[in-house]
Each structure stands twice: as structure tokens, then as C-alpha cells.
């Protein structure tokens, strides 16, 4: 099952007009298995670790987040964004721009990260002075070829359509 929102320019951070995608089970909870899976699919280049507890964004680079361990409420969007559970087998499509951190995760929260093939990623945090240079690099990046989960064809090329 894949869910989507999109998150509005806040002002402080961007956001993004492609939607945030959430696989719910969509893997089994096998860092390994998670990394070879985004590998297949154009995502090399994966880390494990946490989610950052403070607001962070990625304005050259799209992320795919796989949980393989625990749970954790992370926020999405800002101070005034979404807020989503996520557990081991979930996965999460984070386009540039998004803000996101976490706000509570059980002692065994787990991610894999990575991101399409060709892209890599920065650090933003809402401070004054990051846009409008943000907001043109985000806006200058290319959808990635494929869904890190469903590959080819998948939920993401379906539902991040052009301008």
C-alpha cells in the first residue's frame, strides 16, 4: 500500500509539489535485503543509522528512507507539517525540499538511506540566507528513473509527474 501528501511551501522551508511517499510493510526488516533493494533500483550509496531529532532538507538530492528496526514519529513538512508513524518494513519517499525529523523513535529505530543514482545530498535547515538558492537547485533536479521500492514503473513515476 503506498499513501501520499504533499507539503506546501511554509515559508521557512520548501517543501516540495511531488508528493511524500509512504510503503506501508513494503519490505522485510533486513537492512541488507533494503539495501539491495534501492540498489536494483537506481538508489546506490545507502547508509544506516537514525533520523535527525531537528528540521533538516535535502535541496540536491531525493531520499528513500527503509526502516528495518523499531518505530519513530517523525514530522514532515515543518513546525506546522505532518507527523507519520513509521515502523520496521515501512518505507519513505522524501522528495527535495521536505523538511523532516524525528520527533520520537523506540530505542531500536532503525533507517537504510539513500538516493538516486547521480544525486547527492546536502544539508539545509530552514536558516536565513539558504533560499532562494535552495528553492532553484530543487527546482533544477531531475525525478529519479526509477521507484526505490517498486522500481520501474512504480507508485513514484506515477505519482511525480512533470511541470
Known sequence: M?????????????NNRQPLLFYTGAEPADPAAIESLFDRNGWPGAWRNGVYPY??????????????????????GGPGGATREVRAGDVVVIPAGVAHRCLEASPDFRVV????????????????????????????????????VQGAGGALGRLWKGP
Open 2 to 14: 503506498v499513501r501520499s501528501i504533499v507539503l506546501a511551501d511554509d515559508g521557512t522551508f520548501p
Open 55 to 76: 528540521h533538516h532538507y535535502h535541496s540536491t538530492a531525493h531520499e528513500a528512507l527503509g526502516v528495518y528496526g523499531g518505530s519513530a514519529a517523525i514530522q514532515f
Open 113 to 148: 538511506g539513500a538516493y538516486p543514482r547521480g544525486q547527492r545530498w546536502d544539508m539545509c535547515y530552514g536558516r536565513p540566507g539558504e533560499r532562494p538558492e535552495a528553492d532553484r537547485r530543487i527546482a533544477a533536479l531531475s525525478d529519479p528513473e526509477a521507484d526505490p
